[in-house]
């Protein structure tokens, strides 16, 4: 991974003859499963974070556990400044990144001021235990504490609405017997009052005479705007009289209130970083500490001294003869590592140092290998084979490399709920009973024999990408196979590595994980049906086969149906009514209209009847009578119907209508 798109290293390596693949962090997948396609990562002069928490225990578990080989090289990104002190991965560095006072020139104070507001009484999930944010702050405080020496003095302030005084300015010898103190910081409540803290701590620093006077301020970024006050312009007069102001929040940085934070620290001229990972707390706090010490990066040019060492990554560097490095990033080699250089000054810091670390390998060049730092030796002849064999230390193909041992064969096989993994091993198996010098096993005692140095490893990586190691025994299931079976967990991958703890070598087999969800998964064996069978015999209930069955034999009863709430309802609904048309008569208008209409169909009904039956009368009357025909007696016409009631009552309310 190339510190940026312009760096000449990946073409240097090239040009020595190492195959390579440049990426970012964000392109690079840091799943151990997918590690295993590289031999080694190569990492110039990146940040920490550039690689978040995950991805950081991931790297570390996939060289010390997967046999994976990682190399680092220096500059202002990387090591102390970059943020790697605290991480997982310091812990297989050949080198350890922390303050010592034997190498600082100038004694500190520092101040630490706590967001102990309401929203950091909230529980952490991952694994802390039930803390909270507070709990977490309050140890990253403690880890400050812990980096510095005896004569750097620091005081904590825990600030809410006003700023209280935890530990007051004091060297941190003494303040150590307060350490119980700032580990009992708690949530109070309330919002946060940012011009309280600076005013208390910057208050303090300024009464101090420490060339080095530095403030660290810790909020939540979507809880620091209820009294942020003048805030910009108390960092930057701090500034002016040699204090710097850096900001940690706890958030992302698009939270509603960290442009406070940024704003905080640009005018204080220190870091700004942000977290969700209150686990990520301690580290931030102690990277921000060693920054401000000014102790770690080095800038001045020094000369490299090659030890003998050097023919352990490669036999064709010469020992004497290389350039000055422009700076270093400062570092304490473990006891574990071993330095090829270091550097000619009062120092004599680790320069270039290497160590194995479980099954993997790590590698350091503490120098800039292409920047502003990186000086002459950038330029010297034999720097190609320098980082080369940096890169091929990190790849597993150094000069001195052990060669591996013949592993057994091993032959993986995916089942619907596990991996198993069936192993023949070589001649090099020895029983446990047998006459040393032989390589017949006794019949009788075949299945006390053990592998010769081979242990199996799996990587267990999570949906939520966090890997954990685990140790499966290996199991004679054959005269001459061993045998193991990894359960597989819905939406985890599992990655097998064989290793030899002898000589270091492994071998990794190829990844697998579910491709369906376990609930789904076949019962070819029948032990779901058994276990649930047994089930039911315990309990006293009934084994189905068939899940539909259960409904038929529920015992069938009447179940009443409450009425009354919608008799209410409907009750209401007419009361209502009944008002609406009282006031509008809105219905009984319509009604009454219908009515009238109704009348008059049947008036002109009437109308057309009398009409036809006078018409029928007169045609009778005008017929003229035939000469064979006697006269016939006239008979008087039939009165009209006497009226009733209803009639007079419809001829009445068409006069109405016509004269309204």
Known sequence: MPASDNSGLPALLRGAGVALETRTPAELDLAPSALSAWSGVLVENRRADDFGPVGLANLAAWVRDAGGGLALTGGRNAFGPGGWHKSPVEDILPVSLELRREHRKFPMAIAVALDRSGSMSMPVGGGFGGARKMDLADQATAEVLDMLADDDRIAVWAVDTEAHLVVPLQPAAKARDARKKILAIESMGGGICIEEALVAALGALRASDAPIRHLIVFADAADSAQHPGTYRELARAAREAGITVSAIGLGSPNDSDAHILRSLAEAGGGLCEFTEDAGELPRLFAQDTMVAARDVMVTNPTLPRFTAALPQLSSRLPLEGAPAVGGYDLTYLRPEGTAAAVTTDDNAAPLLAFRPVGAGRTAVFTGEADGDLAGPFARWEHAPEFHAALARFAAGSADASPAGPAFPLALPRLTPTSLDIDLYPPSAIVPSSQVPGSQVPEPANLRTCEP????????????????????????????????????????????????????????????????????????PDGAGEALLASLADLTGGQRFADPATVWSLLPRAPVPFELAPFLYLLAALLLLLDIFDRRTAFLSRRATAREERKVQTVEKVEEVERVETVEKSAKRKSTPSTPSTPSTISTPAAPPPPDDSFARAKRRSASRTRGA
């Open 452 to 523: 010769a140095n081979v242990q199996l490893t799996v990587l267990r990586t999570s949906a939520s990408g966090r890997t954990q190691p685990e140790r499966v025994p290996l199991e004679w299931s054959a005269p001459d196979r061993l045998s193991a079976s990894i359960p597989l967990r819905g939406g985890e991958t599992v990655l097998p590595v064989l290793s030899d703890p002898a000589t270091g070598a492994t071998r990794t087999l190829p990844p697998a994980r579910l491709p369906y969800s376990p609930e789904y998964a076949p019962d």
